[in-house]
């Protein structure tokens, strides 16, 4: 008798445990694309993401940057810039850096798979929309990671400071199944 009834107590446990962990809209979708954004402040513009693409099998780095603005800076100040001796060869760079879509590494079908199924079971679907706080930080900056599903529904998530509980977890999977980090580091 005492055996059922522990048995019957692990069943209920299990149960419990199992329903706060909850359902999301996001669970039976598949994942196309995960990109991960942050810019820099201080006048300059940069934004970086970095993109895991599930369909090509790659992840790929962007850095927008207003290259006009650039070029106006490099004019008006053209001693900041003894790399290069001219304007043209200066441009040169900017185009060939900047707004540019770059392949980093491709991965395989199991490497997805198994990244993709930790990061659920860490809870990245149970995340808020927005994180942030009201204390003044002085040196961090927000950023953004966007699952998109290839049913066209976006999960976004705004992070700012205060993480999600299992934050450094989530991180931590997409270098131990891609060998990067998951932000953009080409800056």
Request: glycine fraction near 4%; charged fraction near 30%; include cysteine.
């Amino acid at each position: 008798m005492k055996k059922i009834l522990r048995l019957i107590l692990c069943l209920c446990l299990i149960f419990s445990i199992s329903s706060c962990i909850g359902k999301t809209e996001y669970d039976d979708k598949t994942i196309a694309r995960i990109e991960t954004i942050w810019a820099e402040g201080m006048g300059m513009g940069f934004v970086y993401k970095r993109i895991f693409d599930f369909t090509d099998e790659k992840i790929y780095d962007i850095t927008y940057a207003d290259v006009e603005m650039l070029k106006k800076q490099y004019k008006n100040s053209p001693e900041h810039y003894k790399d290069y001796a001219s304007l043209e060869e200066y441009e040169e760079y900017l185009n060939s850096r900047y707004n540019v879509l770059i392949e980093i590494i491709a991965f395989t079908e199991e490497d997805a798979q198994s990244f993709l199924k930790e990061i659920k079971s860490l809870g990245v679907y149970t995340w808020k929309e927005r994180y942030v706080t009201d204390e003044i930080i002085f040196d961090a900056a927000g950023s953004d990671i966007n699952i998109f599903f290839t049913d066209g529904t976006k999960k976004e998530t705004y992070i700012y400071f205060k993480y999600p509980r299992n934050y450094k977890r989530i991180l931590d999977a997409f270098s131990k199944h891609f060998n990067v980090d998951c932000w953009n580091d080409t800056h």
